[in-house]
Every structure is written in structure tokens, then in C-alpha cells.
């Protein structure tokens, strides 16, 4: 009867667990099993985007691609970015925007910002280098590209730009702002970029200015979008996934993701027509978002643009302009770390990018106290032990129950198995048998699992907080341990992990099924093999929650056991 009951409730337990993870990639949340899979590449699929489409609004030039039918048209193209960390390829000409955290790298073909580099974050894959959002080359596409549609001939990102400054590097000096500004002319309307960074700050503030020097009036429409291939950033596990991908946010329609592979078939977009919000694209501990003016009428869209390339952006109905007239609209375009504290202040619904799911209500309080301890102690590593042990101790009472319960069953372990030799394959006498056992002996076998039910809540919301958090990111704990958004490189962490884990198995009640006593034992085998991959942040909560488990559960065990002893005196 336990061994079936135990099976049951494992059954149980992972059904649930699979369905929660099912609806969490149902709604464009991360999976807690394995990498989702990259958006479909349709061989021969025609470029442009797909009916579906935001097309109501005219057509919003497509992005570059690095093929060669795309560079050998007319001088109108997008230029082809190729290259390496040696330096980009291009048709037009790269300036370099730079403050203390974030270089620009700025194409005057299409004014657009073709690399940005963040100088206080290292590369995923080679640390020696800076981390890189905006790229293209080597496979690689991700762009910032603004433009005018609405008549023929208006200034896109593919309209070549003339800078205001002939150098290639524009340095802040002094901890002053630095701007550069471009201007194009097309279609008798010109076009004025501006781009400024603030010293310490990866908001790039984007000014664009529209003059009609024609003499006819033009009624232009401003469009702000990011363009990205569906390849995951690099530094990413197979053996857990978080999210890539498009998202955008109105006070109406509120938070929600855009997958690429809902782009890819031609999936209807949730777009719509706002006061407010903003677009952007996530990865893991980054984002890349257009936030518009506030209080200004825009339309957000997400599409394909060809084979694994795809946008998402908004489009400013601008006023109509008569000859001789201007028109100066305000945007930010944030390229940086996911800091809930500067995307909360920058823009409503832009800190959601931090995507707990439906466990926000019980992560943001324990993100909270981790940045609270982080504020004491100095050090994120031992910020995430004492708040492993703080929400120990606040369930100390209902795991305390938990370890009663399996102390009692231990002791009454050996009859059961004296049971179970006694009425051999007859099942319903042993059943019988056991039930009474339970019923002298004063055992419930399922008491000890109904409090851990109830704290898996708050642990996979911890997991989630370590997870998403971008100041785990090069962050030392002691040693060896410089990195914690990366796995131990001398694998101490893990293979302490698989210690405990077989020491916990020895605590437990042993099952009195032979095969299911030997699953138990090879079971910290199986977990921690995963742990070898995870990053060193997450097996230390794991290493100390284990721990101060294992220390809990031997003292009650121990109380357990004396209590009983006296009994029997």
C-alpha cells in the first residue's frame, strides 16, 4: 500500500508539474524543461511580411539581409554588415557613440544602429570580450532601424544619412552627454536623427525631426523597430530555458510575448493602437526596447521579414506636415541589462520583461529580500545563502511536520517489511495489514509529503529569481566561484550537491520495495548530473537549502527517536 501510494503521488506530482509547465509555454513563458525550439525556416518562403501583417499602415521597409541579392540592387539598400570582432564590413560609414557603458556603433546608411557593446558586461562564450546586444555578421542579425513611410521616397534605413561630425569615435569627456546627429533628404522631406547617451546610462535618448521642404503637404508616419534573427543568445543551456523573442506592453492589452515561431506562421499579433507602452525584444538577462513618447498615438506590430529574420516595433502617426512646416518627436531606446529599478522608472510595464509568471506575486517579495541581504553582506553569493536559510526557517514548522512524519515512518519501516514477507503477493491482506499498522502506530504516510506540496511554490519562485537576475552576472561568490551566472568550473559545487542528496536518501525512510529502494539510491546519481550544467548561483541555493534540510531533518529525527525511547521505558 506505501509503495503504491508513493508511486501515485510521484505520478501526481509530475503530472501537475507538467501540465504548469505546459501552460507556462502555452502563454509565452519560459519552460522549465529543456531549450524551446527555434522558429521554422520555410525554404522558399517569399520575403516581406506575411498577409497578416500590419500593411494597413503602408510598408514599412524591410530589413537588411546579408544576401547578395538584397546589397546588389539600387544605392537604396541596406547595407550588408559582415565581419568579426575585427571590425564590420559595410556600404556606408560606422561611427562609434560611446559613454562609460554602452558604444554605439551608428551606419550612416539608414542611420541605424548596427552594434552595441556593453562595457561592464563580459561575452558569454569569451569572457575577454565585451557582451554584445545589437550585432550583425557571422550569421548574426540584430538592428535598431527608424524611418518615415506614408509617400513615395521618404527617408528609411535604407536612405543613405550625412553625419554631423567627420570623426569615427564620439567619446564622452567628463561625464557630459555625447551625441551624433545625421540627416537625409528624400521625396522633398528631410530627416533629422539624433542620438545622445548620458554618462553611467544604457537609455539612448532619440530625437527625430521631420521638415517638409517639398511644396506639397505629406502626412508622414515615424516607425521604430528592432529586427532579429530567432537564434538564441550565446551562453545558453540545454538544460533549462528561458525565453527570446519579441514582447510588447500597453496599459490596455498589458504584458505579452510574441514568439517567433507564432511570427514564422503568420499568426495574428495582438496589435494595437495605444497612448502608451513599448516594443522590444528579450533574452536572457537583456532587452532591447523602443519606448516612445508619452501620450502619443502608436501602433505596435510584430512580422517576418525573411527566412529567420523578423521585427517588431511601433509606427508614430506624425501630423500632416504643409511646406515649410517641422515636426520633433521624442523616443528612448534602452540596450541593457534587465534592472528592474531603472526599467520600472523608464517606462510602466517595462520591469515585467523580468517574466516570473504567475509566481510574480510571491518572486517580487523574495527578489526584494535577496537584494535587501545583497545591501548587508556585500556579496550575492552569500546574499542567496541567507535567504535560502531565511525561507527555511519561516517553514521550519510545516517541514518540521514533515520530518516527524518520516521519523515515524522510519521506525516502523521494519515492520512493514515484516509485513510484506508474511502475506507475500496477497495484496489485499497487506493492504489490510498496513492500514492497521498506520492506524496502532498513529502514522499518517501522507503527512510528511503535504507540507513540501505547499512550500514548492516558493522554491520554484526562488529558482526563477536566481535565475532572471541580471546581478548574478559576473558576480564572484569566494575562490574559484567568480562567475555566478555560470557553471562552477571545477565542478566543487555539484559534486557536494550529489553528496547530500545521497546523504538525504539515507535519512529517509528506506522503501520496503526492493526496486523502489534502489531507484531512491541511484536518484542523486541522476539529479546531479543536471547540476553539473546549472549555473553556479543556482546550485549553491540548492547546496544550501540541502543542507540546512539535511540538519533540520536530523534533528527532528533525533527528537523523534528519543521521544519514542522514553515511551518504550
Known sequence: MQTQRTILLIIFSMSLLLLWDAWQKHNGHVSLFGVAPPAAQTPGAPKGPPKNSIQSNSDVPQAATNSAAETGGSAGAVATIAGSAGGLA?????????????????????????????????????????????????????????GLIGAPDLPTHRTPFEPSSADDLIEAVSGKPVELSLA?????????????????????????????????????????QLTRDAHKPPGESQFYSTYTGPAIYTEEAKFHKVDFADI????????????????GIIQH?????????????????????????????????????????????????????QDQHVLEKLSPGLDLVVDYGWLTVIAKP??????????VVGNWGWAIVLLTIAVKLAFFPLQAASYRSMAKMKQVTPKMTALRDRFGDDRVKLNQAMMELYKTEKVNPMAGCLPIVVQIPVFISL????????????????????????????????????????????????PPDPVQAKVMMFM??????????????????????????????????????????????
Open 90 to 146: 559595410v556600404n556606408g560609414r560606422l561611427i562609434v557613440l560611446k559613454n562609460d557603458v554602452l558604444a554605439l556603433t551608428i551606419d550612416t546608411m539608414g542611420g541605424a544602429i548596427v552594434r552595441s557593446e556593453l562595457l561592464r558586461y563580459r561575452d558569454a562564450d569569451d569572457p575577454k570580450v565585451q557582451a554584445v546586444l545589437l550585432t550583425s555578421g557571422a550569421g548574426k542579425t540584430y538592428l535598431a532601424q527608424t
Open 184 to 224: 537625409a533628404a528624400s521625396g522633398g522631406v528631410k530627416l533629422s536623427k539624433r542620438y545622445t547617451l548620458t554618462p553611467g546610462s544604457y537609455q539612448v535618448a532619440v530625437q527625430h525631426e521631420v521638415f517638409n521642404e517639398g511644396n506639397q503637404a505629406v502626412h508622414p508616419s515615424l516607425y521604430l
Open 264 to 279: 514564422e506562421k503568420g499568426k495574428a499579433t495582438p496589435i494595437k493602437k495605444s497612448e502608451d507602452g513599448w516594443a
Open 285 to 337: 538577462y537583456f532587452v532591447v526596447a523602443w519606448v516612445p513618447a508619452a501620450n502619443t498615438a502608436r501602433e505596435f506590430f510584430t512580422r517576418k521579414v525573411d527566412n529567420g529574420l523578423y521585427s517588431v516595433g511601433a509606427i508614430q502617426s506624425l501630423s500632416v506636415l504643409e511646406p515649410g512646416d517641422r515636426k520633433t518627436t521624442e523616443s528612448v531606446l534602452y540596450l541593457g541589462p
Open 366 to 375: 523574495l527578489y526584494w529580500l535577496l537584494e535587501t541581504l545583497h545591501g
Open 463 to 510: 529558482y526563477w529569481v536566481l535565475l532572471a537576475s541580471v546581478e548574478m552576472r559576473d558576480a564572484p561568490w569566494v575562490g574559484w566561484i567568480q562567475d555566478l551566472a555560470t557553471p562552477d568550473p571545477y565542478y566543487v559545487l555539484p559534486i557536494i550537491m550529489a553528496a547530500t542528496m545521497f546523504l538525504q536518501t539515507r535519512l529517509n525512510p528506506t
Open 524 to 569: 542523486p546519481l541522476i539529479f546531479s548530473a543536471m547540476f553539473f550544467f546549472f549555473p553556479a548561483g543556482l546550485v549553491l541555493y540548492w547546496l544550501v537549502n540541502n543542507i540546512f534540510s539535511i540538519a533540520q531533518q536530523w534533528f527532528i529525527t533525533r527528537q523523534t527517536e528519543q521521544a519514542a525511547l522514553k515511551k518504550t521505558r
